[in-house]
T-cell receptor
Framework: AQSVTQLDSQVPVFEEAPVELRCNYSSSVSVYLFWYVQYPNQGLQLLLKYLSGSTLVKGINGFEAEFNKSQTSFHLRKPSVHISDTAEYFCAVIKAAGNKLTFGGGTRVLVKP | GAVVSQHPSRVICKSGTSVKIECRSLDFQATTMFWYRQFPKQSLMLMATSNEGSKATYEQGVEKDKFLINHASLTLSTLTVTSAHPEDSSFYIC?????????????FGPGTRLTVL
């Protein structure tokens, strides 16, 4: 079975500062990786995904993530955050041959003016 | 992108009543739909997976007689919370995949907030 650990439950950050959200996973088989954002009382929106190929993945809203197989990590970054980036962020994995997502515990990002 | 809707967005009901939540894929055929439950400030917990035309597969610890799932068509799945109690109050989110929308990718609905009084 696979598992996902998001190392930070909350990340306060000032507006226009960079942010990094850490995600580590464990799996005995190949996986695909995803980052989702959830705004209050809403569903999940896909930010980006890694399936194969280049380990640096660019997503929507200026986010990017880097897949590191040796460290089993998929950290999310944004060079300059906005107030509107205040939300909950979830890292998730799915087995390459499966269909069930396994989510991390989530990281709450609070952008301060 | 693929769009998934849920209805209602919010529902308040009395203890002992049943509530039905609909999940629809609006622009693609969803061969598989998933139902999640999310408690405040927590992650999503998968409740069950349903494939069109077959019985849902429930995760361990989820009561199938309490949370009835029907996936009668490629665009509609329903979750019925039977004899709801206050502890069933939660945020329920569905997702859908299939129809050539991307490798194993799930598209999420906006969620339904259930409050049981």
């Amino acid at each position: 079975a696979q598992s996902v650990t998001q190392l930070d439950s909350q990340v306060p950050v000032f507006e226009e500062a960079p942010v990094e959200l850490r995600c580590n996973y464990s799996s005995s088989v190949s996986v695909y990786l995803f980052w989702y954002v959830q705004y209050p009382n809403q569903g999940l929106q896909l930010l980006l995904k890694y399936l194969s190929g280049s380990t640096l993945v660019k997503g929507i809203n200026g986010f990017e993530a880097e897949f590191n197989k040796s460290q089993t990590s998929f950290h999310l970054r944004k060079p300059s955050v906005h107030i509107s980036d205040t939300a909950e962020y979830f890292c998730a994995v799915i087995k390459a041959a499966g269909n069930k997502l396994t989510f991390g515990g989530g990281t709450r990002v609070l952008v301060k003016p | 992108g693929a769009v998934v809707s849920q209805h209602p967005s919010r529902v308040i009901c009395k203890s002992g009543t049943s509530v039905k939540i609909e999940c629809r894929s609006l622009d693609f055929q969803a061969t598989t739909m998933f139902w999640y439950r999310q408690f405040p400030k927590q992650s999503l917990m998968l409740m069950a997976t349903s494939n069109e035309g077959s019985k849902a597969t429930y995760e361990q610890g989820v009561e199938k007689d309490k949370f009835l799932i029907n996936h009668a068509s490629l665009t509609l799945s329903t979750l019925t919370v039977t004899s709801a109690h206050p502890e069933d109050s939660s945020f329920y989110i569905c997702s859908a995949s299939g129809g050539g929308q991307g490798v194993n990718e799930q598209f999420f609905g906006p969620g339904t907030r259930l409050t049981v009084l």
